[in-house]
């Protein structure tokens, strides 16, 4: 998939284009955009839906392991709070291990940098991360984009327990009945 047909499918998602540029003067650590909000721009264009159906948020991913603590992510959260028209969820992937196995029952070890977490993520086809730069666009997709854009959603069971995949890809063949669901390995 070239980059100019990825760059022009999310372009056409007007708030996923003020995320981009809001998120770059944050400046944070090894930031992205990344997995639903971007995989969800592609399926709606591909799907012929208005570029924005169905987001529910924008995922801001980065990676600052000079301090773990709450009220450093917190601090990030308040600054995008009122982002409109988007929720904006930033998250600190350096702090997951911290919590993330009293959230879904299996422990996460500790990342070393922000590709590491979206290597991770429980589906491969929502594995990408994006971001502009002085008007350069960075992409990180360690599975490739050819599942999102022909629509298919395939488990990634490196981390994530089976339940969150089917919930998420419950949730999503609702709203993108198109898309075709690979089942959970074994």
């Not at 007007?14 to 639903?36: D, F, H, K, N, T």
């Not at 999102?148 to 959603?153: D, G, H, T, Y």
Request: net charge negative; with cysteine; charged share 25%.
């Amino acid at each position: 998939m070239p980059l100019d047909a990825l760059e022009k499918t999310l372009s056409r998602n007007e708030i996923l284009m003020e995320v981009l540029a809001r998120s770059e003067q944050l400046a944070l650590p090894g930031w992205y955009l990344a997995a639903g909000c971007v995989v969800q721009t592609i399926w709606n264009v591909v799907t012929g839906r208005p570029p924005t159906d169905g987001i529910r948020d924008y995922d801001l991913v980065y990676f600052d392991a000079t301090d773990l603590s709450w009220e450093a992510e917190d601090a990030v959260i308040q600054r995008v709070r009122d982002w409109v028209p988007a929720e904006v969820e930033p998250r600190n992937e350096a702090r997951v291990h911290l919590w993330y196995e009293s959230k879904f029952g299996v422990p996460c070890p500790p990342y070393g940098c922000t590709e590491d977490a979206i290597d991770s993520f429980p589906s491969t086809t929502c594995s990408v991360g994006v971001r502009v730069e002085a008007g350069r666009w960075r992409v990180y997709a360690p599975y490739g984009l050819a599942d999102a854009f022909n629509l298919v959603v395939r488990p990634n069971p490196r981390l994530a327990p089976q339940p969150v995949y089917q919930a998420k890809t419950a949730r999503w063949k609702q709203r993108w009945p198109e898309l075709t669901i690979l089942p959970w390995p074994g």
